[in-house]
């Protein structure tokens, strides 16, 4: 079955117990032919781990070459309506007064203590209209229950979008190969749409990675597979190896793991995130709590 809980078969020599409550992606059949070694679980869905390389090879490869990363596990959370944006303020320290349509926000999101919910990479798609692109805990669940909480007119969902990064200081030649030379042009923590098989796709020029890269938002999983092979056939060209976040490369940038390196118990100011919590003109959930930490009060 063609969905994120089909192919229980296809799975059974990973050494995890399938069940739905572990979701596939529409790449998973892919990583396995690809040669995965092993899987962890973020979000309730599956992230490839490894590869046959070492940590050391594949931290080597991808500081040269280009991979091609299925973390669909980076799941979206839609927040949609008139009061999507007094939602979104609502949830972090860190102001969106100024953020255009098309940027991608960095975005820790605090609770009543200061402790950290996520650190969601943050869309916005128009003036009513976000993703939050989570780690791994269940925002889905904290932006819903403040939302009936509040009254807010809002639309929560977890979209059919299935990222797909492509990392590497070749991501780009081999992206625009693909996607045209506009691909070129994509700054930063920025977006844009791009045409495939019909279809109008969100592409970021951001990832997991410290090597440059972009991250495609790919909407339908029934075009995941053909997806994959697209840009494998023309990674070739590129040296593309599959891959998954790079310990080494992730540590040497500075890049945190929610769960891992911090957690609930954790403030933003303890994970270094001072700089996305220097604008405390807005109202936010753990404002008092975290005026405290800074010694405002
Ligand atoms: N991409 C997307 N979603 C994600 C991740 C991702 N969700 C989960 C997890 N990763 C969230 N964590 C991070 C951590 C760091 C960055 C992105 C997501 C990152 N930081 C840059 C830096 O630290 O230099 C840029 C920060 C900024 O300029 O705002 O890239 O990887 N889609």
């Known amino acids: 079955m063609d969905t994120q809980y089909g192919g229980l078969n296809k799975m059974s020599n990973s050494g995890l117990n399938m069940s739905r409550r572990i979701r596939r992606t529409p790449y998973t059949e892919k990583v396995i032919e690809a040669g995965v070694s092993g899987f962890t679980v973020v979000n309730h869905m599956l992230l490839p ?27 979206q959370v839609q927040i949609i309506g008139e009061d999507a944006t007094k939602l979104i303020q609502l949830m972090s320290p860190r102001s969106i007064k100024d953020m255009p349509i098309g940027k991608c926000y960095y975005y820790p999101m605090i609770d009543e203590n200061a402790g950290m919910i996520n650190d969601p990479v943050l869309l916005k798609l128009n003036e009513n209209k976000y993703w939050l692109s989570v780690a791994d805990s269940d925002v889905l669940l904290w932006a819903k229950g403040l939302a009936v909480g509040r009254n807010f007119k809002v639309d929560i969902i977890e979209p059919d979008i299935y990222p797909l990064a492509i990392q590497g200081p070749k991501s780009e030649e081999l992206m625009s190969s693909i996607f045209g030379e506009k691909i070129k042009k994509l700054k930063f923590f920025h977006f844009s749409f791009f045409e495939y098989e019909g279809t109008k796709q969100v592409i970021a020029r951001s990832g997991y990675s ?69 604008n405390l003109s807005h109202d936010f959930i753990g404002k008092n709590a975290l005026k405290k930490i800074l010694k405002m009060e």
Do not use: M
């Open 49 to 75: 781990k490894s590869y046959k390389a070492t940590v050391e090879e594949d931290y080597w490869h991808l500081s040269k070459n280009t991979q091609i990363w299925d973390v669909s596990c980076q799941r």
């Open 210 to 278: 410290k090597q440059d890269g972009f991250e495609i938002y790919l909407k339908g999983f029934s075009l995941g597979k053909k997806l994959w092979e697209t840009i494998w056939e023309a990674g070739k060209d590129f040296n593309i190896s599959p891959g998954c976040p790079n310990l080494i490369d992730r540590i040497e940038g500075g890049l945190l793991s929610y769960g891992n390196e911090f957690t609930l118990e954790n403030n933003p100011i303890e994970c270094g995130f001072d700089n996305y919590c220097n």
